[in-house]
């Protein structure tokens, strides 16, 4: 009877410890890996095996199943060019004592964008520097959007990133827009997005990225010196020079010039002191620069000296 009891106990015990164990993976099997990313058409290998006395263990799968056998301990799910977006794989085992049991492979199934086209919306030909626009990305044919990441980028600079959280298996199209409103630092500025997959620790490394070509943004903008006013001492080496940068590229014009000059540069050795006005244009808009012109001022130093040195000859002859 004490036996009996003893016994009981241990048994108790020992079906505790094994559920305490069994708390992680229940059933007896090992994945081997336990987890797959493929390429859509590409192939797949995975172990299951178990150390445990059984009846009997085998694959299920719409594409690869293993059947039951009784004979082995490791069986392989093995598909050498998968091409079903939704598979869902399991392999199980009939235990001696207790029921089947089964353990599900997690298969992500991907495929890298057909196209990644980068366009601008409503738009053509050059922008206007301050004014808003829309560029769009199309992602064609591409799976699973879960796992992508549209990334905008201006030359190297990331601009912006967009991600998906729909948990559709098979390939999608998506448009991902961008506002922008380009300044003149813009002009010349290659837009560009990017698909990128990052399908985890177990998929492809580095990240599959399919990028778009650039578009290159050409923005139209007026005018604008940097100062408006510059003084200049007059000397054979120094000009007037009333350049800016402007898009379309800016006409010259001078006031207060005898002869008419569209050259954006003045040689001030040319030009009697004065206030020279230069006004350059395109279809923006205009900006002017005022150039003060001075005299070297080595006259006024020879005159003041001739005139002290006259009046000095005549204060003499006057005593
Ligand atoms: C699966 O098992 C076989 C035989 O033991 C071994 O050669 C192979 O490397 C294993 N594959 C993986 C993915 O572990
Ligand atoms: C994606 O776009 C292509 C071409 O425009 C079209 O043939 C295809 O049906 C689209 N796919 C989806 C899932 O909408
Ligand atoms: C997309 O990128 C993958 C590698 O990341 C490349 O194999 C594939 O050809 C690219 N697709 C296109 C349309 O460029
Ligand atoms: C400016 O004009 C003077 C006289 O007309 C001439 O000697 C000088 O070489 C010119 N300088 C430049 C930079 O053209
Ligand atoms: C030239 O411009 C300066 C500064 O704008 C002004 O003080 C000066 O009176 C002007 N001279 C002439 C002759 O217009």
């Known amino acids: 009877m004490f036996q009996h009891f003893t016994g009981f106990v241990y048994l108790f015990a020992v079906s505790q410890l094994v559920s305490l164990a069994g708390a992680q993976s229940e059933c007896p099997l090992q994945l081997d890996p336990q987890r797959v990313v493929v390429r859509y058409g590409g192939s797949v290998a995975v172990n ?43 392999c199980y085992i009939n235990r001696i004592q207790g029921a089947q049991c089964q353990v599900e492979l997690p298969v992500t199934v991907y495929k890298t964008p057909d196209s990644v086209f980068i366009s601008t919306v409503n738009h053509r030909g050059p922008m206007m520097e301050g004014q808003q626009y829309e560029l769009q990305c199309d992602v064609h044919n591409v799976a699973p959007v879960q796992y992508l990441t549209v990334k905008w980028y201006k030359g190297q600079t990331l601009l912006h990133q967009t991600t998906f959280t729909d948990n559709i298996k098979t390939p999608e199209n998506k448009t991902v827009t961008l506002l922008i409103r380009p300044d003149r630092a813009d002009d010349g500025a290659q837009y560009w997005c990017a698909a990128e997959l990052d399908l985890g620790a177990e998929g492809p490394q580095p990240y599959r990225t399919n990028s778009s070509n650039p578009l290159n943004v050409e923005v139209y903008y007026k005018p604008k010196h940097s100062s408006s006013t510059e003084t200049i001492i007059q000397d054979d080496k120094v000009m007037l ?18 002869e008419k000059s569209s050259s954006p540069v003045l ?25 003060i012109v001075k005299s070297i001022g080595i006259r006024p130093t020879f005159w003041t000296v001739l005139t002290v040195f006259q009046l000095s000859i005549a204060l003499i002859i006057v005593i």
């Open 241 to 258: 020079d009333c350049t800016v940068m402007a898009n379309p590229a800016p006409t010259y014009t001078w006031d207060h010039l005898k």
């Open 267 to 291: 040689n001030s050795s040319a030009l009697s002191p004065g206030n020279y006005t230069c006004t350059a244009t395109n279809t923006l808009g205009r900006d002017s620069k005022v150039f």
């Open 48 to 90: 299951c095996s178990t150390s445990v006395l059984h009846k009997g263990i085998g694959w299920e799968a719409s594409e690869g199943g293993v059947p039951m056998t009784q004979s082995q301990n490791l069986i392989t799910w093995r598909v050498s060019k998968l091409t079903e977006w939704d598979i869902q794989p399991y």
